[in-house]
């Protein structure tokens, strides 16, 4: 049974109707975190969050008190929040940015005050139409209740924020790429070093990129201590987190858990959460962390929901979307259906990762479609280590970016876990779930 | 430059070696001998590591791992492997992704036999593809240019075209659209890919996706033959490959020269070839088009051809006749020659002709020994240069590779640019301070710069603050200032510019000076004593003889019998009408490799050869003397310049004692210590400035890779032919120094007549592609010339109430034509631009030059609305 005895952190008002209003904000303990923030010394504020041990919530976990510290040494220009969360099956971003808009403004704008930051771009998915409409009303609703704009609830620090609409590039959800596109630019992600946007960010400058989820968490943080949000989940992995449940299960949806404590299983199975596979069927394989991430059989089901936890199996959280599969599913059809999404979404830059998806994404199509052969698993496997060398986890990478090295994770997981199923395209001439 | 570099060790495939810190892996390594596969890096641009084809294993936190040696920068302690089996497993890998879109059209893809896919392939590739899908479709070659082709299948996506627009040249006519394999360079929708350099393009894609019009399906890369040699389509000075299949020019490249082009061209330059070798069909003399191929005499009105005996007995009648009366000949033009045609001719005119009337320039350049006269800054200097003082037309329009070199200067060191805005230019959006001087202020807003404070004249466009801002950059001194100087305007006396200069030079006594005179081998032509001031070697001499517009005057008033021309004339002139007066009733004795309007007043015409038919030496802007390398034989029995001055020498009954070119250049070299002959000798491609230390610069080894055709640039030059050097003697009086700036008259002042705040005077500027012999002679570069609009500044516009495509009537003194109105905002207020040699509706390239009033300093104009 899941452990389900935490707070919810970043779900807190998402079950109102009306919880995206500033009304519903406001009698739900709205900018309370802003509010004591702003007493606070900037680098207390920025210790708290040091202390909470906060994971980045955008795919990498890299902890955003280390993010934001290593700034400290110089001003920081800008904080951008990346919200183009735009990967297949991964929505837990669009629930906040639907649902809380004004919370993840609070978030930003406290976030702002520790880097003394005074200029945000928030990045929202273009497609995101309600999410957008909700996220500039919350922002236009702050500058008028003072929470934005020059002298914050009449202290001296001073924040704009610019929410700016994607064009409808998943590499743009790449921090590097997404600050070329904010700059005007093709959305190619930049060749490292300089390795992170806090030595040369947008325009050349210091930035911080935080994701929307960890951005939700910061006001809840200041307001309970670091502490306290340091005493949920275990090991390296602190707090609540947003999963994205989809696939063949009774309750899909996004469910905010306490890491650690919980695991695969207790998402999947518990009546509160998942509530198990639909009538009938039994589960084949789950992808833990979004379609970037290798995928488990059923013998990882039990698996701690930790970042470190699932890294030692040879996987990731990632992006926090888990999608099962149950004996109805072509993992064929599935590792195809997640190819094409990359062979679309490559960027074009790095030869590996542009022609490799889309001639691995061809190949898969052939075998779900009758025309595969024997060799086309060693073929593809071995197009597979010419994306990401050595097969190992994490991978090593040919490309600039991890979009490169995303694309084997499905198609080597498929091959490894269910050969005979492939064989059984080759021999069968097409597909047999058909 | 010489910036001083710390060293770091790194080891490279396990031997340990030097490298400046900031060098790439990947050039480190190649300097240790071990070359690194690559397709999208540059030496020339940025590295962008999209091919992903140079990676090797770099020892770092994680062990080994694969990184691009394109832009991974070298550390101490660093530690390289190119040869292991990963890194050979990830090079190939690399290969086969790049050849799985591929169409392996190679057998009709030009690029096929010098492709830089087709060689890796070749080398690391497996034989055999593994690649059994349907590949990626495009329609094959579109049109993105008037000069270029895309062929987005072979396009392997390295972005070194897009960089090149990007980041060298600044346009934005192509970049990539569309994602994944689908990717695709595309062009613009709206502006065609006609940037002046669009062929750079061409020559650096790695596989066959660009391709060049004029090229396209003429040659296969194992016919051509090539010698390097140096461009003379402007006086910019670049190196290039030329290359011919027999005796049919093919394709010129730009060669990888440190000092000069850094590998890159313009298109005027490139793609002018059929200029010299296309129009076989061409045969009336009075088309520029037309080659000479034989020599022409006056026979009853008519030119007709006859044999070189009867052609230069009769033009050393013709000449004598006249140089038998005091000051009775003269000699105009010689700007388009090698410095040892030059040289011949200024031996010819002086000494046999005993003549000191000859001038290289048509009254459209500056004074020869003014700009001698100042210190010289080189195109590097001026390219890294702390302040850049323009006094120029638009660079990219009349020097277009000086123009890449400077914006590099802007754009990648940050360096300030003070632009003297005469009209439009591509340098303008980079200026620091732009100061929009009207005609006929130019020496005045240069006074202003010299005084601490003020001083403009009324109604100046130039404001305090603009003054105020250059002051400050310029400095006491001018220190690290380079001012870069040429004819902004030939509807303006030249004085203005030469007083501005004078000012200039006498104030900031530690800036340079860079000369931007347009023509070929001008500045070889005046250091070769094509100048009525100037004798071989820069000498000064104060004499009477008479520049340009001088003889057309003494030949107008029948003072001056005679004129050699030594190209032809009223293609160059702005008063078009009164030379074709000066011409009508004098002996008039052409020596040109192209025929022209001029051959109508000719009595005989002597055919020359023209650039890639001759050796030699020619000099650029900065006093660079490089080889020119004849790639062609000169169609029909035209000669070189030497050979006929040597011969009508004789036919004269006197001896030049110039057997060939390079016993030219030793003489040259000899008499007045100019380094021509151990130029041609010499192996080192860069040649030496004149007046400096011979710098010899170390060419890069040439990396097929990044230089795609380029069979090698390891000639010699000429020494193959130094050995034939007859060993003759000539005497040449000793040279007396050049001039001193204070001993110098010019640019003492100027009348500029008062013009007020609400009237427009005329600025006639350069366009890259005027109507010109290389552009009228070279179908592909037809569409690109100019058309004559009347060009305004919004304010202007507004005042008139005019808007673009208006047709307005222009009234000078002189004359009144109808144009079309064109917005110009760099053009100052009060101001109208006119493009010279450009084509109005009717195909005349002179109608907009009537309306220069050449009696006056400046030409004022009125507008009407039609």
Redesign the interface.
Known sequence: MATLVAPRIVTARTGYDDSYTLARFLATGGYEGLRKALTMFPEDVALEVDEASLLGRGGAGFPAGRKWSMLRKSPVSYLVVNGDESEPATFKDHLLLERDPNGIVEGIIISAYALQVNQVFFFVRGEFALGLERVQHAVNDAYEHGALGSKIFGSDFSLDIVVHPGAGAYICGDETALLEALEGKRGFPRIKPPFFPAVSGLYGEPTVVNNVETMANIPWIVLNGGEAFAALGAGRSKGTRLFALAGRVKNPGVYEVEMVKNTFRDLIYDPALGGGLLDGHTIKAFIPGGVSAPWFGPDLLDTPLGQDEVGEKGSMLGSGSVVVFDDTTCVVRAAWRITKFFARESCGQCTPCREGSGWIERVLYRMEHGGGRVEDLALMLDLCDNIAPGGGWPPQQTTICPLGPSIPSSVTGAISMFRSEFIRHVEGGGCPFD | MTEVKSLVTITVNGRSLEAATGELVIEAAERAGHYVPRFCYHPRME???????C?VEVDGPRGA??Q?AC?IKVHDGMTVVTDSE?VK??QD??L???L??HPLDCPVCDKGGECPLQDQTLAHGSGET??V??K?HFVKPIEIGELVLLDRERC??CARCTRFSAEVSGDTEI??S??????EVAPSPTEPFDSTFSGNTVQICPVGALTAKPYRFTARPWDLEQVESTCTTCAVGCRVAVQSSGNRLTRVLGVDSEPVNHGWLCDKGRFTLDSIDGNEESLDPLRASTRLREPLVRLNGVLVPTTWGEALARAATMLQDAASTPNGVGAIGGAALTNEGAFAWERFVRGVLASDHLDAQYGDGLDGALLQSLPKATIDEAANARVVVTLTGDLREELPVLFLRLRENFIKRGNALVEFTFASSGLHPLATVSLPVRPGEAHLVAEALTRSEGHLLKGSNVTEAELHETRQLLGESGEGVVFIVGRPNFAEDAGVIEGALRVLAERFTSATFLPALRRSNVMGALDMGLSPKLRPGRAYVDDEGRSTLQQLDALRTGEQKAVLLLGCLLGNVLDVEGASAALRDAVVVVVSGHGGKTLEYADVVLPAAVQHERHGTVTNIEGRVTAVTAKIVAPGSAWSDVAIASELAEECGQSLGLSSEVQCAKIIEESVGYPALSVMNDVSDEGAVVGRTRDRVERRPLDPMAFPGIRSTNTAGLAEFSGAVAEESVTVSPSPASATLSALAVGRGVEVPAFDAYSLVLNISRRLYDHGVAVQGSPALANLIATSTANLNHFDLDRLGLSTGDVVEVSSPTATLNLAVALSDQTPRGTINVAFASLDESGDDVASRTLVDPKSAITQVRLETT
């Open positions: 590295p962008v590591g999209m091919c992903r084809m990676l791992t694969l691009p832009y990963k497993k990830a890998g690399v086969e992704f790049l799985a879109n593994r690649f899908e349907e990626r392997i996506q970049a990539f569309g994602r994944g394999d689908q990717m």
